[in-house]
């Protein structure tokens, strides 16, 4: 049995197993490949395009995705052990797990940090709770990574530029007036490293500096690929012959917590936006983003309705890897 | 390709093409018209019959509905171009239909006007805005009109009287105590007058007009017809010589964006409501209203549970014409 | 045409044939039972288990589930006669009910009592204004009685003990924080005296007795089965001899509507909550318990992982029964 909560624990073989049967399934998308099967999704956050892309993706191969929203349609839950459950959490998550487990072939979660505690939320307990106790296996739909965009940005880039060995891949923190989940950054930063990118993370200060987990999975990443990880606050020099320019706004994990303070923070940084002259800076290169994105905040429209921007073919591939990382897992 | 948006833009055969159709699959209803396509629905406000009708009938044709509710289980969206989004919304409508056009086959679009400035309510912005950025047909499922609910109407219409050349149609204002959407009313105008009959509104006062758009359409229509279009403020007069009576509440648009006011203006006028009395100056009409219909405001229960009312059958009718629709348009 | 609103009009040998079912579907879970059947699932209230094991069950035999969340995304809705709806309802129960019979084969109801007026709510007015307007079979997804949770409860007694004639059951009372429905509890005396149980209801005082309608039924079942009917409010004494202990929290229905009193009635009686130390005084009894069940508050820790709880496997069973049932009526 095999979970999918981490790229981290999936070798580079297995990850470009998944992507070319993703893209096998673009070429042909109703294959029976879950007949019979069927997938829980939990939302503890909104969702457009992972709902959307994984309820389809699952009927396009003829499985049933049961879509609940814990808290909202579903009963609260608890996710501590040995609690008196006194508080206003209706059932345990190992409950929950096995009930689901019981029912359906594969549980998918998505759970956004609660951003109070980064101690508490770096330990992604939501997920690994469910993972613990769940007898099938669990898909990460976002939590503090994201590997299911990981797939659909490298299956975007591998179409664009075939072998990514040795390409200049460049992170850049954006602005967003809200302090934003660190998932999509850590999961850039884990599959460009795999993948045997030159990986630079562009950030303004220290102070956006990704959890050490991350920076030191992606720098063993590099260093077992013989390429470099780079960190950079100065844009000009950042944007520098990049080949792939991703961006992402995340609140700064030292100010967590503090959501005041991250906003007054992030304020100072709006000249990060993404636009058509950083973009000169680099080695002509394609611009992706995960969605949602704020125009003229995170970038501007030029750079949104340019050629060079794969931000759309990225999410229509949600759909295709997730159906082959399902097809495999299950 | 061809988006449901509006009836104005379908010629009456095209659209007694769908009701052909229509009756057809009421009779035979699980044909896989829609196997491997996908319609993706998007409900900015509540819905019951809608919902079960197109979710029902997408799967009785073997093809997938997807359900989101933005700003409730998806991001909430927005629409204005070159805008700098530092406000609630989290992505721009380009996006979301470019999105949904990867994945779908087909966006169905549920967006009530936001009853503060008719003179933007009625540009329709939020379906023409996935019209304009989608790739696939874009569906209305009521905005400012409700293009479905005058198919089922009208397919129920002739279930009774065949056909309805030259019949006497009356779309009477009718009392509820909050100000509502015009849409099902434009529609009744739009849909009897393609059709032949002669169309006659009846209101409390000019204060009720609906938008001219609407009336000068019908008005073109009923002069294509040779039928005559008229504008009654008298109850007795309004009801005289009706083949079918068709009742619907709407806020005044003189006073639109002032709910305070519009409420006032409405309670003068309970007396609209549709009894048998009423029914009674008529030519033995049937009765028919959109759903949902408040008992005893809009129409006594007298009515509703007669069996000249012909509501349940309209309802009823919504799947087999939105099918017929779906099946002509993908 | 059968309805499923509760057991008390589906005699013994009847349900029994329902349960046979169900451990048939449970060995061969896809077979096209349901299909081009589809059911209309309404909740008034939150849901996992029933919500998942009826969408995908339902599936599974190749029907179509419809979910709706009535004041949610779809209208708020009316159930009394003859009113003037002036108030927040939209639309009356006559037309939903027809509505939805004119659209799908079965409407499934979950709506649990207000809280306010026990004489109302013991009217089950909700599920049985469906039933009265429906034109298609209606099933109780839990209202003030909770038959699906009936049927996989026995379902999963059945499987551990084989024959339930003449065993010792006992319901008993447990703590919650909050007054709760009397649902569950209200269908265990049902289920467990109508299959030839020696039934004991232990509770902390008369003023948590459960309506003399589930008390007189479970007498009569009993009288008609030969065995005995005891309430008891002694701890030791009421789990003494018991093969199996089935909990449940409710508020105390003399209390009904004053949810204060409720509370602080509730809090005097936490030492119900289910313990090794309790279960010592079986007939080395199985517990079990219809879930939500918060922990080391309704049942220990050391209770819900013993290899005597079977609260996990009677939530697996409710998906099978129910698949059972829907063919049974559909």
Wanted: some cysteine; charged content about 20%.
């Amino acid at each position: 049995m095999r979970n999918f909560i981490t790229t981290q624990n999936w070798s580079r073989s297995e990850l470009q197993d998944v992507l070319d049967l993703a893209s096998d399934l673009k070429n042909k998308p109703h294959q029976p490949l879950l007949k019979n099967k069927s997938v829980a999704m939990l939302f503890f956050n909104p969702s457009l395009r992972t709902k959307t892309s994984f309820e389809l993706g699952i009927s396009e191969l003829s499985g049933t995705a049961i879509i609940l929203q814990p808290g909202k349609d579903a009963w609260p839950i608890e996710f501590g052990d040995n609690i008196v459950m006194d508080g206003e959490s209706e059932e345990h998550v190992k409950e929950v797990a096995q009930v689901l487990s019981s029912y359906c072939d594969c549980i998918a979660v998505r759970a956004f940090p609660k951003f109070q505690d980064w101690a508490i939320d770096r330990t992604d307990h939501v997920i690994n709770s469910f993972a613990k106790y769940s007898s099938v296996p669990v898909v990460n739909m976002e939590t503090i990574e994201h590997p299911c965009q990981e797939l659909a940005h490298l299956l975007t880039l591998q179409e664009h530029y075939g072998d990514l060995q040795g390409k200049n891949y460049l992170l850049t923190w954006t602005y967003h007036p809200k302090p934003l989940n660190t998932a999509v950054a850590n999961s850039s930063l884990l599959i460009a490293s795999k993948f045997g990118m030159n990986v630079k993370l562009l950030c303004p200060s220290e102070q956006y500096h990704l959890d050490d987990r991350y920076i030191n999975a992606a720098k063993d990443n590099c260093s077992m690929e013989g390429t470099a990880f780079d960190i950079s606050y100065n844009i000009e020099n950042g944007y520098s012959g990049a080949d792939i320019v991703y961006a992402k706004s995340w609140g700064s994990l030292n100010l967590y917590g503090d959501t005041e303070k991250q906003i007054a923070s992030n304020s100072q940084f709006k000249h990060f936006i993404v636009d058509s002259k950083k973009m000169g800076y680099t080695n002509n290169a394609v611009f992706s983003h995960c969605l949602p994105l704020r125009r003229n905040i995170k970038a501007t429209d030029e750079v949104m309705d340019s050629d060079y921007c794969l931000a759309i073919n990225e999410a229509a591939n949600r759909k295709h890897v997730q159906k082959a990382m399902l097809s495999k897992i299950l």
